[in-house]
């Protein structure tokens, strides 16, 4: 039994790629009204939970636990999350930015729901033999994005324990992947904090040598007196 829209799943298995599929003419910033009013007239809402632009911008949709109805099976719907790029990428390639948004956020969700990288899928996979989504210019792409998926999962997850840490001592205020470059702002924030805390710890330490000091001074003097 399918479940319904918009309720939390039980769990993730997937990942489903997808296109818009329709003419990149159409300006990114109208991306969720061309979605509820020409592609799902049906349902009461988008269906996808993530939707990159052409300029690489991620675009939050759904929250990504919860079921929507973006691929006609109820198997996939009800354990999978939709990424859809913008564009008909049947009739152009997507773009670089495109691309490296995909990869990026592809590793953050197979993390997040430990999820193996060969269950990364385009739409055309998963029971649709009518439909060319993702586009075949995108779909050709899919081999290589999932062998780079799964080269960084292969990776020592010392990076990812870093994150945790500097999350943990505040040094990093905002989710950060541990394969995304840092700007400098970040970096310069992390070592600022640090110093801070360092800083803090000596002056800690000094004021606990200086009340033993004056402990042991005034045991001093009371001895002296009593002589």
């Known amino acids: 039994m399918a479940l319904d829209y918009g309720t939390k799943r039980t769990k993730t298995i997937y990942i489903i790629v997808h296109h818009f599929g329709v003419d990149s003419s159409y300006n990114n910033l109208d991306w969720q009204k061309i979605a509820v009013e020409h592609h799902f007239k049906r349902y009461p809402e ?3 939970h993530y939707v990159i632009l052409t300029n690489g911008q991620i675009m939050k949709g759904n929250p990504d636990d919860v079921v929507v109805w973006h691929a006609n099976n109820n198997n996939v719907n009800d354990t999978s999350v939709a990424v859809c790029l913008w564009g008909n990428l ?8 495109q691309i490296k948004s995909l990869v990026a956020l592809l590793k953050k969700l197979v993390r997040k729901y430990k999820i193996s990288p060969e269950n990364i899928l385009g739409h055309r996979d998963v029971g649709d033999e009518w439909t060319e989504c993702p586009g075949h210019y995108l779909y050709r792409l899919l081999p290589k994005i999932r062998t780079e998926v799964k080269e960084t999962m292969s990776k020592p997850v010392w990076k990812q324990k870093a ?10 205020k905002a989710e950060h992947s541990p394969d995304e470059q840092a700007d400098l ?3 310069l924030a992390i070592e600022i904090n640090k110093e801070i805390e360092r800083l803090e ?4 330490l000094i004021e606990t040598i200086s009340q033993l000091l004056i402990s042991e001074i005034d045991k001093r003097i009371r001895e002296l007196k009593n002589e």
Do not use: P
Request: aromatic share 18%.
């Open 46 to 48: 988008y269906h996808y």
């Open 90 to 97: 049947s009739k152009r390639e997507s773009t670089k930015a």
């Open 163 to 172: 994150v945790n840490i500097a999350k943990k001592f505040g040094w990093l």
């Open 185 to 187: 702002g970040t970096i």
């Open 201 to 204: 710890y000596e002056k800690s």
